[in-house]
C-alpha cells in the first residue's frame, strides 16, 4: 500500500516536498516513480528511482528542478519540487514497480498511490 502526501497551494517559484510512505512488501527492492495528471490531460511520468537510490531519471520538464530520493529505512521516497511553475499544477501519484528496471511507462509500475494535488498559482 502506497500513500502520498504533501501537495498543496503554492506560488510560482516556491518549493514543496511530496512524500510517499510504501506498507507491505519489500520497499527496498522496488523501483518508485512518481508521476503526475493534469486537468484533461493523461497521467504523465515525473521521475523514478532505482531500488539503491543510485540511479534515477527525470522528465525533461522537471530536470535541474525536482529531486527524488528514498530511505529504505523508512519505506518513503521523497519528491523535491523547487521553482514550481503554474504548469506543474497536477495530481501526483507515487507508484511502485517490480521489474528491476526504471521505467517511463506507467504500465510498468503495479502499486499506486491514492495522488496528492500540487496547486502552483501564478
Known amino acids: 500500500q502506497l500513500q502520498a502526501y504533501g501537495g498543496g497551494l503554492v506560488q510560482a517559484g516556491g518549493s514543496l516536498r511530496l512524500s510517499c510512505a510504501a506498507s507491505?512488501?519489500?520497499?527496498?527492492?522496488?523501483?518508485m516513480a512518481w508521476f503526475r495528471q493534469a486537468p484533461g490531460k493523461e497521467r504523465g511520468f515525473v521521475a523514478a528511482?532505482?531500488?539503491?537510490?543510485?540511479?534515477?531519471k527525470y522528465v525533461d520538464s522537471v530536470k535541474g528542478r525536482f529531486t527524488i530520493s528514498r530511505d529504505n529505512a523508512k519505506n518513503t521516497v521523497y519528491l523535491q519540487m523547487n521553482s514550481l511553475k503554474p504548469e506543474d499544477t497536477a495530481v501526483y501519484y507515487c507508484?511502485?514497480?517490480?521489474?528491476?528496471?526504471?521505467?517511463?511507462?506507467?504500465?510498468?509500475?503495479?502499486?499506486w498511490g491514492q495522488g496528492t494535488l500540487v496547486t502552483v498559482s501564478s
Open positions: 507491505g512488501g519489500s520497499f527496498s527492492s522496488y523501483i
Open positions: 528511482i532505482s531500488w539503491s537510490g543510485y540511479s534515477t
Open positions: 507508484a511502485a514497480g517490480t521489474g528491476g528496471y526504471i521505467s517511463y511507462a506507467s504500465y510498468e509500475y503495479g502499486y
